[in-house]
């Protein structure tokens, strides 16, 4: 059936299910979602469940959208000239990919008004449906920037959702019924996740990573599978960490046209650790592979989606996200191909263990055949201390240097791991378990802090009850104290005993390197690990033991001060954790495919689900493909 | 490396080698060989090993071509004119590809001439380089228009090769080491062959057949991996059944534009096989996926090779075909990758059992690590019968139903079985084990033994020393009589107790149709079955006891006559053969793929290989992509 035919039909049938009086002038694809374009918002809005009837109906996600939008400018001036000025409205954001403005006020009550009469008259005002939040605590500039990007480029990406949504909703031509993976990379490894999951209608690439500490680990794109990248229907991505995501805007250099699929979340993460991974590539000296163009490429041909939506990303494919737990955004990708044919969900990296940030990871899906589950710590002997043991060893480290006068490094990424360890160290403090010193935060580790402010939907409840209810967010703690010059590092350096979060995690570069320099010579000293060293880095170097290393013109750094390892913060589900979240997944899958983790890992993994469970198991190898049915 | 300075190169390296006085004016590829034109064919040839010498240390089939070849008419003429009119020269082929006249004498001796000298004396007088054999006993019309056909198409035919030679020979460019297969067909199942063998720098497809008694059963053409055709560098035939070759003409319709390697008998078979295969589904009222263009264009661009020669077939990918044992041609396509990266063989259709036709399978390599093996009768019961038990029976029922004054109606396929059973009655009746009745051949029979007459060079020595050393021809006994037209055939059903060997091998049309339907009714004749029915065939349907068979608008047939079914005349190996073949494999490879077989079958042998001699084993599905190194 022709596109027009189909949108024909569409219309015809939910004018039949609308009262009589209420318009639906126009309706169109747009992404995934199918518009109904009315003059009459306020009517759609007041019938209950009409929505969602239709949205069962026509098995759609549905969206209504006012036939007039007033221009966002005039718009912003009417709703302040509504709201009173005790609102303390910080920024409003005109989203035209769903009709909605996103206001953001200190007092978001003052906005809504008694019994929501405010938002009421903002709505007739203006057509665009108000949303309120309270303005994030922590402004993030990386969000500030990706929301003024997307509102310059409002009318080519409505473009763009308009001709993905007919490419999502065109006719399924093939008779033949198969599904099937191919690995492009993180196979008995560690880095350079992509997998291509393909029917005879659509081919979805899910994540796109490199591989950390390696310059030739990209994935197998030049492969006839996935190769021209413009047969690829949609990319999907699990979580920002750039070993699933960093090769995201080379795509669209090698002429991938189509939308990437994440978590909100994760596209501000990823687009700030995007950045900053073309900033480190370039100071190493090497050719990045990509520029900030491809960057604002891929923002602008991304689409979000929350936890629990499901949606059509292809004729025959519905993607759903769930909570992976691993870090801000981090999702389970689950697809549904064909009519009931088939099911099958891509861990990405996730914790089964609850955390600070977190909930753990949903093991309860609607259906599941198959999942692919990382196995970083999938080895037998894989155990990690708990949660409580690696806390309490962190406390002592930190009383022992700062008692003796010293100062404390963590290396950490910006992303997942400086935060736990941030509230972990919050408490600390606020318990009276460790001194009151201040906690310098240098890399990018406050910009990511501020993402976690902005998308507080994604914390575990425990913590967003303590930000919103009991007022206490402990991002804001006085103790932290952002690094932003290089003055003030030396200030640091030269200073009190103190506790320095900064970025890079591996000590392959970054200001860390810096801090080093200026405070391995001291024994009262101490470097913290609380995260994986991969093999090669110097982080795994020191931890080896080397007493003195190398910083090219610069001479070397002789190592005095103390290094202690610290296991149990971790992202990722140890051993136990896997062996847990399998035997609790309901349904209980027929395949299971351990990747993300080295060949041992892996294979060990793989055999140990298969002869505790009698699951059929794969460990698999780059380049393969796998017939799922 | 451009190809010119390879070229150039190369012609370099030989003028260092070749003798002062011998010319050599250029070096061209052509297809897979290395050809070295020169004005003095004859001075290399009387240097002894020079020849042998620059292949081995080029590392290239090398061969020597006069500048100037006469125009084959011309060179006829002359030829006539220099051997004695005693030789009975019946045909003369002029293949422009290898600069060789091959003349068919019935005394070659005559055209050899004592010491050589008439041979030389052509040679002399036209250039071309004379080979001599005997004329075939039995004149292929085949075998005929295939050779009328590529002379015709000469010129066109070697820009072919130049282009293909040039392909072939480009330089390798991938830093990236590995090696796949993707199954598009005949896993865990008979029929649709078809194997996709990648690296990074090449593409080669094994086989591409039909799934008989399936119209939908077309192997998966469609996948990334393989399209577009043109992507291909070749395809590689193991031998002519319809299951391995049908659909090669149908990828020339869909883009394909390279070389298909077999050996010069799978060629001719295949052509043959082909031609009736379009007249048999136009017949049934499908649409042939093709048309006889299709076959002359494979025809054009086959390239043929004989066993044991070792052949680039891309710049990374040598073939060697070695001897199967299944029909007449049969292969096993042994691939060596890389400078010694990984050795892999396909078994094709293969007999590790000695019969009266063909020696058994090849099960000696100089590497291999792993192999794909075919599975027919991989089932842990799928016992034959001894072959002299088989034709004892055969004997049995022969004697029973001529003694009761009945005929014999034996179905089979064209190729193999057919002159397995002729060789067994024409032994029979020679050895009075049977009355001398004639036997009757009726479909495509007489053809397929005259193609197995044109290459005796394949059949096995006993067999080649009865028919040229002991002038005791079987296939030219009186007993055989060609069935060649309506009269003939109502001869037959209305004559003398006979024996009828006719097609198809499993009652899905053809002549056999038209015996049955003339004898089925007589309770003294007899129909055996020798070869494997398929489901959802008549001849499956009237083995498991139909005593009616409907013919459409001619009413039906009542089945009265004897039937038997004698297993043992297989053209494949049975489960021990199997068993001992991978037993026999030297060296041992590391993996086995079973394919070729029903679902239980394949996985049967998969799992007893594993178990008995502990060699990792899949039995692969369709659409898979498995990773060899």
Redesign the interface.
């Known amino acids: 059936m022709l596109i027009e035919e189909r949108l024909k039909e569409l219309k015809d049938k939910i004018n039949d299910k609308v009262p009589a009086g209420i318009n639906v002038s126009n309706v169109e694809f747009e992404g995934p979602e199918l518009v109904i374009y009315t003059d009459d918002p306020k009517k759609f809005a007041d019938e209950a469940d009409l929505i969602k009837v239709l949205a069962r109906d026509l098995r759609k996600r549905i969206v209504v959208r006012p036939n007039v939008l007033e221009d966002p400018e005039l718009a912003a001036k009417e709703i302040k000239s509504v709201v009173p000025d005790g609102a303390g409205i910080t920024d409003m954001f005109f989203d035209p990919d769903t009709g909605e403005v996103l206001i953001e006020a200190e007092k978001p009550g003052v906005v809504i008004g008694k019994n929501g009469t405010t938002l009421r008259d903002i709505t007739k005002e203006i057509g665009w449906t108000p949303k309120v939040v309270r303005t994030p605590p922590i402004e993030s500039t990386t969000v500030k920037q990706i929301r003024q990007y997307l509102r310059s480029v409002k009318d080519e990406r409505k473009e763009f959702l308009r001709t993905i949504g007919r490419r999502i909703h065109r006719d399924v031509t093939s008779k033949?019924k198969?599904v099937?993976v191919?690995t492009l990379g993180c196979c008995r490894e560690v880095g350079r996740a992509a997998f291509l999951l393909?029917t005879?209608e659509s081919?979805i690439l899910i994540d796109c990573g490199e591989k950390p500490g390696s310059t030739e680990g990209v994935p197998?794109l030049?492969?006839?599978?996935?190769?021209p990248l413009n047969?690829l229907d949609a990319v999907v991505l699990t979580h920002a960490h750039l070993d699933h995501c960093a090769l995201v805007p080379l795509l669209y250099r090698y002429g991938f046209e189509g939308p990437v699929y994440s978590t909100p979340a994760t596209r501000d993460l990823a687009v700030m650790l995007q950045l900053d991974y073309l900033e480190v590539v370039s100071n190493e000296a090497n050719q990045a592979p990509y520029t900030s163009k491809e960057v604002q490429e891929y923002l602008k041909k991304s689409i979000v989606l929350n936890y629990g939506s499901v949606t059509d990303i292809a004729p025959d494919i519905k993607l759903t996200y769930h909570n992976a737990g691993h870090i801000l955004g981090s999702a389970i990708a689950h697809f549904h191909v064909g009519d009931g044919l088939y099911n099958i969900a891509f861990s990405g990296d996730f914790n089964y263990g609850k955390t600070r940030l977190f909930g753990p990871a949903t093991s309860q899906f609607p259906r599941l055949e198959t999942i692919f589950v990382e196995s970083t710590y999938g080895g037998a002997n894989d155990i990690q201390p708990s949660k409580k043991d690696a806390e309490e060893k962190l406390y002592e480290a930190v009383n022992t240097t700062i008692k003796r006068g010293g100062k404390v490094i963590i290396p950490a990424f910006a992303v997942g791991r400086s935060q736990e360890v941030m509230l972990t160290l919050e408490e600390g403090m606020r318990l009276d378990k460790i001194p009151k010193v201040k906690v310098y935060l240098d890399g990018m580790i406050k910009e990511a802090t501020a993402i976690h402010t902005t998308y507080p939907e994604y914390l575990n409840p425990e913590l967003r009850k303590q930000i919103f209810q009991d007022g206490m967010n402990p991002f804001l703690s006085d103790c932290f104290v952002q690094v932003d010059s290089p003055a003030i590092r030396e200030n640091v350096i030269g200073g009190e005993p103190s506790i320095i979060i900064t970025t890079s995690g591996m000590l392959s570069g970054g200001p860390v390197m810096e801090y080093l320099n200026g405070l391995a010579a001291d024994e009262k000293n101490m470097l913290i690990f609380v995260g994986y060293q991969a093999d090669g880095t110097m982080g795994r170097r020191i931890q080896k033991g080397w007493k003195e290393i190398p910083m090219g013109r610069r001479g070397s750094i002789v190592i005095n001060l103390e290094i202690q390892t610290i296991d149990g913060f971790s992202g990722h589900s140890d051993r136990n954790q896997l062996m847990r979240y399998i035997n609790h997944l309901n349904p209980r899958p027929e395949k299971v495919f351990t990747i993300h983790g080295d060949e041992k890992s892996a294979i060990d993994l793989a055999s140990s689900i298969y002869k505790r469970f009698r699951i059929e198991t794969h460990a698999p190898?780059?380049?393969?493909?796998?017939?799922m049915i």
């Open positions: 033949d198969w099937r191919t393909s005879p081919k197998y030049y492969v006839p599978e996935i190769y047969t190898r780059n380049l393969e493909t796998y017939r």
